[in-house]
């Protein structure tokens, strides 16, 4: 048994019948869609086009939604139904970032996830879902697709069908006969897609030029920006289309489509900053006595430890706040599910955690006299190198929590567990930067960490630079996000703030060395990576998934 649906275009007549039974059959919250009806016109007046697309889950054969969830609350049935449990979620969003397609939504009332799941509870007594009853023209077929005697399996052998974003590997099963282009590609209306029948989402400026007559409108963004160029009547739109999108038709306007929040925030890029400096002080203080380019300075060692402790305390402070059920925040060790990264990175981040605290006490315990010294220098050392292994798995999890989150095609980058660790070493020289001046450490600290912080940037100038950016991106989506990095809405945060301020003027105060110049160098560092990282958090997720 596998269920799926067919959506016969050449029937559906974009009445909402589907998206009203569903919300209210599964008592939907207002603000929130388990089923929306997508339209979108094409063409130039006055030979123009609505196509309609009803959008949904599509129950996909490789979902990655059930592969992301650290509590197995998103989970896939034997009938193939992709189902939710809201007892077992803890509201972390990252099945929203997994899905490529905004068909997971955060409850407002429960603070969970949830999205359509075929009306398994009519399933289940022999009803089908409420979107097949009450569709008036029988656009909409729901059945097992392994049964060759039902109909959707017999208008899959005779139709034509196509699906949303093949190309994503998730086998979606959710079919369309005579699919739209310019409904099933996100991005084939480009960026105006806020001027739209029914909201008040963005009221468009309309520019009437006497000498060129138009038979479209251009519509600008509310910073005065034009989104979309008029063309004259009958000829079609000219010129490169945005970030490789192919134009389905002459114009294409975004009419009706649900809105969909953006999941994470703040927290994610300041939580990938305090990872970076705990871990990163971790190492490089370790690898300093290691490889005895200093001599061993309980000091030193004591202030690792502690912002080590503290920085992952923070860390986890910043992952429970961004939960919409932080009291369920022990589900990932309670009822985990070893599949997702979110799970993986706990356990790394408890071990990490475990290591600094354990180097801190050792420290402690060593200044008051209470273990002698050759036990203290075994049990460093064992502590420097598993702490330093784990500090470089803390460091670089997230990487492969973002490939996770198949939504967001800049995360899915080979270079980023490189790129995470690059910059965790550099938060760790950063650190010492800012503290060397206050702290009385030995006289080689502030030599090779100056030397070190100055390296370290201009090894992150280049993987970002050359790695992130100059590179091709391997899809639209991406180079999408890309764009809003570097010329788009993000731009400042880029150029003034992750570039000019994290890299460009710490490698001037320390190319200048004077006094605490390689301080505030430091802290520049700091403070730039957090304006990248919120960058590359936010621009992938404003770009559209349906």
């Known amino acids: 048994m596998n269920y799926g649906f067919v959506i016969d275009n050449r029937a559906c007549i974009g009445c909402h019948a589907c998206s009203t039974a569903c919300k209210s059959e599964n008592e939907v919250p207002l603000g929130v869609y388990r089923t929306w009806v997508k339209y979108t016109e094409a063409g130039t007046y006055p030979h123009t086009q609505r196509h309609f697309q009803v959008t949904r889950c599509n129950h996909c054969a490789n979902p990655p ?4 969830c650290p509590t197995a609350a998103m989970y896939q049935r034997d009938d193939g139904i992709v189902e939710f449990n809201g007892d077992h979620c803890i509201g972390c969003k990252a099945c929203m970032q997994a899905c490529p397609y905004d068909a997971i939504y955060i409850d407002p009332e429960t603070q969970t996830a949830a999205k359509c799941h075929f009306c398994s509870h009519r399933l289940e007594v022999g009803l089908e879902p409420s979107c097949a009853v009450v569709c008036p023209t029988h ?5 097992d697709i ?4 039902s109909k959707i399996s017999r208008l899959l052998q005779r139709e034509k069908v196509t699906v949303r974003k093949p190309e994503q590997g998730t086998a979606p099963k959710v079919f369309y006969i005579e699919g739209s282009d310019v409904n099933l590609t996100p991005g084939a209306a480009g960026d105006a897609t806020d001027a739209m029948m029914f909201t008040d989402v963005q009221t468009p400026r309309v520019h009437r030029q006497a000498d060129a007559p138009r038979t479209t409108l251009p519509v600008v963004n509310n910073q005065g920006v034009r989104l979309r160029a008029p063309q004259p009547q009958g000829l079609p739109a000219k010129g490169p289309l945005h970030m490789g999108q192919r134009r389905a038709a002459h114009m294409v306007q975004v009419g009706y489509n649900a809105q969909h929040k953006i999941p994470w925030h703040w927290p994610v890029p300041a939580y990938l900053v305090t990872k970076g400096i705990g871990a990163g002080i971790f190492m490089v203080v370790s690898a300093l006595f290691w490889f005895e380019l200093v001599p061993f300075d309980r000091l030193l060692a004591l202030t690792a430890a502690i912002v080590a402790t503290v920085m992952m305390l923070a860390t986890t402070a910043l992952l429970v706040y961004d939960l919409e059920k932080p009291q369920r925040f022990l589900y990932i060790l309670l009822r985990p599910q070893w599949r997702s990264w979110l799970t993986r990175g706990a356990v790394a981040l408890i071990g990490f955690s475990s ?3 354990g180097w801190l006490g050792l420290e402690l315990a060593a200044s008051a006299g209470l273990l002698p010294e050759s036990i203290t220098a075994y049990l460093r050392t064992t502590l ?3 702490g330093s292994g784990l500090a470089v798995f803390a460091a670089i999890y997230t990487a492969f929590l973002f490939g996770q989150a198949e939504g967001r095609d800049l995360w899915q980058s080979a270079l980023l567990p490189i790129h995470l660790l690059v910059q965790a070493v550099m938060m760790g020289f950063a650190t010492l930067a800012v503290l060397a001046p206050l702290l009385p450490f030995g006289a080689d600290v502030g030599g090779f960490t100056s030397v070190g912080l100055l390296v370290l940037v201009l090894v992150d100038l280049a993987v970002l630079g050359l790695g992130e950016f100059a590179m091709p991106h391997a899809s639209a989506d991406a180079a999408r996000a890309a ?3 570097t010329h788009g809405r993000y731009r400042l945060h880029f150029w003034l703030g992750a570039l000019g301020l994290g890299h460009l ?4 105060l320390l190319l200048a060395g004077h006094g605490w110049a ?6 520049c560092t700091i403070a730039g990576l957090y304006l990248y990282e919120y960058t590359f958090v936010m621009a992938p997720q404003e770009v559209p998934n349906s």
């Open 65 to 68: 939604c059930v592969r992301i």
């Open 139 to 143: 656009a909409i077929v729901a059945g």
């Open 146 to 149: 392994d049964d060759p005697t």
């Open 355 to 357: 290591a600094a605290a």
């Open 384 to 386: 420097m190198l598993g």
């Open 483 to 485: 764009h809003a990095i």
């Open 505 to 508: 003027l710490p490698l001037c």
């Open 518 to 523: 390689t301080a505030v160098a430091g802290l």
